[in-house]
DNA sequence: TTACGAACTTACCATTTGGTAAGTCTAAGT
DNA sequence: ACTTAGACTTACCAAATGGTAAGTTCGTAA
């Protein structure tokens, strides 16, 4: 099939830039991991930048894909929320690397010259805080209440899902999975406790 | 004074790192930046790793110091805790540059040679445990648990932290300025209950 | 059979990278 | 007066970078 090879660049291209960022990964670096020369790669994708816009852009499609699916399977508006931060937990079947590639974006779009403008974050942010407003007790937050609630969970998940590695080199494997067993069950009972406290001390 | 250049070569390296990260920064533009060439930098510090050591040291350093002062000033374990996490809220008067870094350094340590084995991180989140385990309705937390708690309140300052210039583009400086208003005021109430609810469902 | 376009390759290029070598300049110590 | 050492500079260098140009190979459609 003819697209196959692009869809190898785009997973080899996730993977390296979310392991070394933009910059620390040449497109010579991604063409060699499949055999090929980096003039293939620029044959398919033209440049290095719109490779790494086209990886972004695929993230932010199978957010988009995921949230449609919750939408269809639960009704409660909380258990939508809940489900949807449970699920960004362990993202996809490819591990962290769509969770480390957003955390570089967060850290690196305003600084690339060609993507900036281009906010691949802002769809699922506004996704997020309206299925925060959706719920009962949050429906008379501020925008900004609702998004400073869900953008705390954000962090806590987020930020655990790209610390493995450095969280194996501090404690060692055998702590980590220790850690890592933890980690849901806390996770589950934050949200809990996030929702249940509404937006502001009971005024 | 002689070490007033190396100091300078120090902010300017972890303002450019913060910004750019490792391979995004050449030490040739953190030398200009001060009108100086690169071999100027090299002679200070040796190498690019060995200056990028030392700007994760000094802020290292920086945190062991406010927990110093936290210990000193704050006697109640709880207090302490919230106290040291508010203040990582807003760091240092450098701003988010020491957020960033050690964000980046938390992405990248695993791939870096020369610091691979260099835990900068460590002490720091030892320290956190320790302060988590000294409040009474925590004192029978397993490591893991403890660590989990405060990691996820860690990920949840942090992740903001970082945030800023993306939340900007994505919602404009307006709506940004709301939402940095209501962040601390959640944020309190966030470490208030985690904090409250204790490591495990009231078994 | 030929024409064509997609998927590549080898050559090549200017620029930038981190780092070495060998100085120059200046202030302090003896 | 002479030496030494620190703080720098100019001159290099080999390797790697992203990208262009010009093919080659090959399956398919006219």
Redesign the pocket.
């Known amino acids: 099939m ?5 869809e190898q660049f785009l997973d080899t291209a996730e993977m390296l830039f979310s392991e070394r960022g933009f ?1 620390g ?5 991604i ?1 060699n991991e499949l ?6 790669l ?3 994708f ?4 719109k490779l790494y816009g086209e990886v972004l852009k695929r993230i932010s499609d199978e957010f988009a894909a995921l949230e449609t699916d919750i939408l269809r399977d639960e009704t409660d508006p909380a258990t939508r929320l809940k489900t949807y931060l449970m699920r960004l937990h362990t993202p996809f079947a490819r591990g962290a690397a769509p969770t480390r590639l957003l955390m570089r974006e967060v850290l690196d779009n305003k600084r690339r010259a060609d993507s900036a403008g281009t906010w691949y974050l802002k769809p699922f942010l506004e996704r997020l805080v309206r299925l925060v407003r959706d719920i009962p007790a949050w429906q008379n937050a501020s925008r900004a209440e609702a998004f400073t609630m869900v953008y705390q969970l954000l962090g806590a998940i987020n930020y655990f899902g790209i610390s493995e590695p450095t969280l194996q080199g501090i404690f060692g494997a055998t702590s980590y999975a220790k850690i890592e067993q933890a980690f849901p069950s806390q996770l589950d009972r934050l949200i809990d406790a996030v929702i249940a406290a509404g937006p502001r001390s009971t005024a």
Do not use: F
């Open positions: 003819a697209s196959d090879t692009r910059y990964v040449s497109i010579a670096a063409a055999g090929l020369t980096k003039q293939a620029l044959h398919h033209g440049s290095k930048e």
